[in-house]
C-alpha cells in the first residue's frame, strides 16, 4: 500500500493517524500549600543535617512549623527524627567524617533539592540549615546544603537573598575529632556570614547549655538544649507577628537583627520586678550569664531585639521609667550606634521575664580558639 492510499484509508475510517497505545500521565491535582501551624510573622523552613540538626528540626515541628525536613547518611538516625519528610543520602553514615559526608552530598545533590522543595513548597520567607558542627554528616553537608538552599531560595523568589544557619555545638566532653569538626564547621560558616550569603548564622553551643542547667540527665538534656534556641527564635517570630497594648516589636525589627549575620539569644526572669535595680541587673545577668553560647563579644553587636513579657499585674504597676533603663542598659553593653529594637507584651505566667536576640555580633574568635584547642588543632 502506497503512503496516499495508506493515509486514504485512514480518513475512510474517520482518523488521520493509527497511534499506538503510549500510557499517558493523568492529570495532576494542584498540590495543597504548606501551612505553618502557629500564626507567626514569618513563614521560615529548616531542614535538618545530622542526628543534631535533625533533632533541632524536629523541635521546630513540635512548635508548629511545617515546612520541615531532615536529612541524614545513615537511616537508623533518621528513624528517631519525628518529622514527616526525610530522606537518606547514604548508606550506613558518615563515622564523624565529614569528607564521606560531603562527597555523598554531591552526588545526591539535585536528590536534595528535589527533596527540599518538595518538603517546603514554593512559599516560604527563608530556609534555615540546622546541624549539628561536630558530627560526620551535620558538618560535612552543612556548606553545601546552604548552597543547595541559595538556589531553592532563587528559585521560588525569596524575598530574602540570605540562608540562616543555626549550628549546635559539642559539649568538651565530646572528644577530640568531634570539637576538630565544630572548629572547621564554625569557621566555614562564618566565612560566609562574612560573604553576605549567611545570615543569621544562630550558634547553641551545648556546653554553655550544660552549664546553665547542671545536674541534667541524658533523656531530658538535648531536648534542653534545642528547645531553648528554637524555642527563643519561635517567641521573636510569634511577638513579631502580635499587637501589643504597650510596646510592639514588629517583623521589620526581627527581619533586621535576622538580616544581621550572626547572632545569639538570651532570656533572664526578673525575680521581683518592684525593685528599679533588678530589672538593669536581669539584663546585666541576661547577657553574661544567660545567652545561649559563650565565647563571643557582645560589644561588637550592632543589632538587638529586647522583648520583656510580664503579667498584667506587672506591667500596671512597673514604673516605664525602669523599663526604659534596662533597655538603655543594653544599648550601653553593645557596640556604639547599635540599634535595639524594643517590645513589651503582656503574657499568661506570673512575674517579669527579658528575652533578647543579638544581632550583628562579630567573629567567634574565643569559641573558635577554644574548639581549635580541644580539636588539637
Known amino acids: 500500500m502506497s503512503d496516499t492510499e495508506d493515509i486514504t484509508e485512514y480518513n475512510d475510517l474517520g482518523f488521520d493517524l493509527g497511534l499506538p497505545d503510549i500510557p499517558m500521565p493523568e492529570p495532576q491535582e494542584p ?7 502557629v500564626d507567626v510573622a514569618f513563614k521560615f523552613a529548616f531542614i535538618g543535617a545530622g542526628q543534631g540538626g535533625g533533632r533541632l528540626a524536629e523541635t521546630f515541628f513540635e512548635l508548629g512549623y511545617r515546612r520541615v525536613c531532615a536529612i541524614n547518611t545513615a537511616q537508623q538516625d533518621l528513624n ?25 552530598y554531591k552526588e545526591k545533590t539535585e536528590d536534595a533539592l528535589d527533596f527540599m522543595r518538595e518538603s517546603f513548597g514554593e512559599d516560604f520567607d527563608r530556609i534555615f540549615v540546622c546541624a549539628g558542627a561536630g558530627g560526620g554528616t551535620g558538618a560535612g553537608t552543612a556548606t553545601p546544603l546552604i548552597e543547595t538552599a541559595r538556589k531553592l531560595q532563587e528559585a521560588c523568589k525569596c524575598k530574602s537573598d540570605k540562608v540562616g544557619v543555626i549550628l549546635a555545638l559539642p559539649k568538651h566532653s565530646e572528644g577530640k575529632k568531634v570539637n576538630a569538626n565544630a572548629y572547621d564547621t564554625l569557621k566555614k560558616v562564618y566565612s560566609l556570614v562574612q ?8 550558634v547553641l553551643d551545648n ?6 542547667y ?13 528547645m531553648s534556641v528554637a524555642g527563643l527564635f519561635h517567641l521573636f517570630n510569634l511577638t513579631a507577628s502580635k499587637d501589643s497594648s504597650y510596646s510592639t ?8 537583627v535576622l538580616d544581621s549575620g550572626f547572632m545569639i539569644f538570651g532570656a533572664a526572669p526578673v525575680a521581683d520586678w518592684e525593685d528599679p535595680n533588678n530589672i538593669t541587673k536581669a539584663v546585666r545577668d541576661n547577657l553574661k550569664n544567660n545567652v545561649l553560647s559563650g565565647g563571643v563579644d557582645l560589644s561588637t553587636a550592632s543589632s538587638a531585639g529586647v522583648v520583656i513579657v510580664g503579667a498584667n499585674d506587672a506591667l500596671e504597676n512597673v ?12 544599648s550601653r553593653i553593645l557596640k556604639p550606634g547599635s540599634v535595639v529594637h524594643r517590645g513589651i507584651y503582656s503574657g499568661n505566667k506570673p512575674g517579669l521575664v527579658v528575652y533578647t536576640s543579638i544581632g550583628g555580633l562579630g567573629e567567634p574568635t574565643e569559641k573558635l580558639e577554644e574548639l581549635k584547642k580541644l580539636g588539637d588543632l
Open 319 to 330: 514604673p516605664q521609667e525602669n523599663l526604659d533603663k534596662a533597655f538603655d542598659q543594653f
Open 249 to 256: 516589636f514588629d517583623a521589620n525589627d526581627y527581619k533586621q
Open 80 to 104: 528517631t527524627i519525628k518529622v514527616d519528610n526525610k530522606l537518606c543520602i547514604g548508606g550506613g553514615g558518615a563515622g564523624k567524617d565529614p569528607s564521606v559526608a560531603e562527597k555523598v
Open 195 to 202: 560573604e553576605g550569603v549567611v545570615s543569621p548564622l544562630i
Open 214 to 226: 547542671p545536674g541534667l540527665a541524658v533523656a531530658p538534656f538535648w531536648r534542653t538544649a534545642n
Open 207 to 212: 556546653e554553655r547549655i550544660s552549664k546553665m
Open 31 to 37: 498540590k495543597e500549600e504548606i501551612k505553618d501551624k
